[in-house]
């Protein structure tokens, strides 16, 4: 997949140190790659962005860059991932989000990712958390 982000001037993340974030969550794909890939208009894509169907993280210009490790070997998603991030209220903290989405857990997935959990059958258990954490974010 083409139009990998690797934090051009333009292309900063809207929080925090983009060179962190693309060590913690990244590589990025922009939204061409995506749409190609996907087989989507940017609109479509944006859509799904806003329905929590695709992570999307915000940059400075109101664009979207989108993690690759969200996606499998053949762009696919992860069994779940629309509940897990409607669960997490994703789109109050995108950032934290994918973070916690993509950073092994020692404590809640002994090693393994959010994501790695979900992709091996495990989604209740990932569900579980993420609702737990949208309730501590809405507090």
Known sequence: MGGRRDGDAG???????????????????????ICRSLDVS?????????RGELLGLPLRGG???FPSRQFGVRVELPPGLPEVLTAMRAS?????????LFQPSPIEFDGLTA????????LESVL????????????
């Open 11 to 33: 292309d900063e993340p809207a929080r925090r140190d983009d060179k962190l974030w693309e060590e913690l969550v990244g590589p990025f794909y922009d939204i061409t790659s």
């Open 92 to 100: 109050l903290d995108p950032w934290g989000s994918a973070l916690w």
């Open 128 to 139: 579980a958390i993420a609702q737990e954490l949208g309730r501590f974010w809405d507090s």
């Open 63 to 65: 664009e979207f860059i």
């Open 42 to 50: 940017p609109e479509v894509a944006r859509r799904m962005v806003e």
């Open 115 to 122: 994501v790695e959990m979900m992709r091996a059958g495990r």
